[in-house]
């Protein structure tokens, strides 16, 4: 728990937004003061995926391989195609 607040806390810092808003707060003499909860529930059963079909493909998109490779799952076949591949 420890360590998902503090990655939520780096994660609301490092955001421009919340820095663009703080910056506008301090400029009329307001300092934000704001707290994150974090609680733990028990999650909902979920309803089971149905599986790809024979010859069916998983397409991840941009934002898919790099939330994966942050939680350090990477793996080369996701790259796109080289720019000097042949297209014959």
Same mark, same amino acid.
Request: charged share 25%.
């Given at each position: 728990m420890k360590a998902l607040n503090q990655a939520i806390n780096e994660a609301v810092l490092a955001s421009n937004d919340v820095a663009a808003a703080m910056a506008a707060l301090k400029r009329t003499g307001k300092c934000a003061v704001?707290?994150?909860g974090i609680?733990? !529930?028990?999650?909902?059963?979920?309803?089971?995926? !149905?599986?790809l079909g024979r010859g069916e493909e998983l397409v991840l998109s941009d934002a898919d391989v790099a939330f994966l490779a942050v939680l350090g799952i990477t793996d080369p076949s996701w790259c796109g195609a080289s720019p000097n591949a042949s297209t014959a």
């Open positions: 704001f707290t994150v609680a733990l !529930e028990e999650s909902p059963v979920a309803e089971p995926l !149905e599986a």
